[in-house]
T-cell receptor, first 114, second 110 residues
């Protein structure tokens, strides 16, 4: 079945460590997104990519980095510069076609600081 | 004014009740609108897209009012399983960046 796979489901980060969250989709979608959600809060956009080898900063990009070398993959690195990384991270994608396509989500990754 | 605003609730209603949520948006160039539901500690799931003429899916009805820049979601005959947070989503004009509301919490009580 087509879908978005995020891994790992749970991740722990030590102080000063960079960690990478994986997001893979087999939906042949062009656009991919990373969001952060804190408890009781809404989704905040970190980065998004509309095509391969191109990406744009969202509202809270500081302390994060991404790459989009393949259409299927959009990994997110949480760097040591992100001082408060504990959150629920959600990856999403949108298909081709006219504006009006909804986003599809992976199951999310919960990141905590050790 | 926030780009997308929702009443956070919580809305507490008895089973069988009808409940309505509104969501206002600030970008008059927005072209696509959605309602998602999110259960606790889960990813958001698409509930329904919102079309200009309004649309219905079973007990759920969505409406768009472009003049006043709001969308609405009506849930009839509420079930316990409808308890969740309902998120309003609007696209940012002519690109595929979506703007998310903070959500409205619904609790349906027996």
């Amino acid at each position: 079945d087509g879908g978005i796979t995020q891994s790992p489901k749970y991740l722990f980060r030590k102080e000063g460590q960079n960690v990478t969250l994986s997001c893979e989709q087999n939906l042949n979608h062009d656009a991919m997104y990373w969001y952060r959600q804190d408890p009781g809060q809404g989704l905040r956009l970190i980065y998004y990519s509309q095509i391969v080898n191109d990406f744009q900063k969202g509202d809270i990009a500081e302390g994060y980095s991404v790459s989009r070398e393949k259409k299927e993959s959009f990994p997110l690195t949480v760097t040591s510069a992100q001082k408060n990384p504990t959150a629920f991270y959600l990856c999403a994608s949108i298909g081709q076609g006219a504006i009006g396509q909804p986003q599809h989500f992976g199951d999310g990754t919960r990141l905590s600081i050790l | 004014r926030k780009e997308v605003e929702q009443d956070p609730g919580p809305f507490n209603v008895p089973e069988g009740a009808t409940v309505a949520f509104n969501c206002t948006y600030s970008n008059s160039a927005s072209q696509s609108f959605f309602w998602y539901r999110q259960d606790c500690r889960k990813e958001p799931k698409l509930l329904m897209s919102v079309y200009s003429s309004g649309n219905e899916d079973g007990r759920f009805t969505a409406q768009l009012n472009r003049a006043s820049q709001y969308i609405s979601l009506l849930i009839r005959d509420s079930k316990l399983s409808d308890s969740a947070t309902y998120l309003c989503v609007v696209n940012a004009g002519n690109n595929r960046k979506l703007i998310w509301g903070l959500g409205t919490s619904l609790a349906v009580n027996p």
